[in-house]
């Protein structure tokens, strides 16, 4: 079933990629805030950041992370595809104006289960500052 614009499991191959980049603002790290309910100091004030280890506000690691979401539902495999699994580790800080990109590499493919495993980075200035994994299911 191959569902408007998706890529059906069986034209996947592994090795293919797909990026996804935006920039990082003020308004992105409030609006998280709000929907997350993390209000932690080190990403809305300005003061207290400047006391951090990060002398700066820095954005939350989820909004890096949920671009993967962006990839995967709309680039590969596409519309209708469920995420299952994510793996994130986060190795440097993002800040505000910083360019997030995130890409997905096909790692695996197991087409019985019709699941397709991927390695996930974000990268800024091409410097890791996420790495994992994920899992999508393909129906």
């Not at 590969?76 to 440097?92: D, E, H, I, T, W």
């Not at 800024?124 to 899992?135: L, P, Y």
């Amino acid at each position: 079933m191959n569902l408007g614009g998706s890529v059906p499991i069986e034209s996947i191959e592994i090795g293919m990629s797909v990026s996804y980049s935006q920039t990082i603002t003020d308004a992105d790290i409030k609006q998280f805030a709000g929907l997350s309910g993390d209000h932690n100091p080190v990403h809305l004030d300005e003061v207290y950041a400047a006391e951090s280890r990060y002398k700066r506000r820095i954005a939350h690691g989820l909004i890096s992370g949920s671009f993967f979401s962006a990839l995967f539902g709309t680039k590969l495999p596409g519309p209708g595809c469920v995420y299952v699994a994510q793996s994130f580790n986060f190795k440097r800080p993002v800040y505000i104006g910083d360019t997030v990109t995130a890409s997905a590499t096909v790692k695996s493919i197991d087409l019985k289960k019709r699941r397709v495993h991927f390695d996930t980075v974000c990268k800024v200035k091409n410097k890791t500052v996420i790495d994992g994994n994920a899992e999508i299911y393909i129906p």
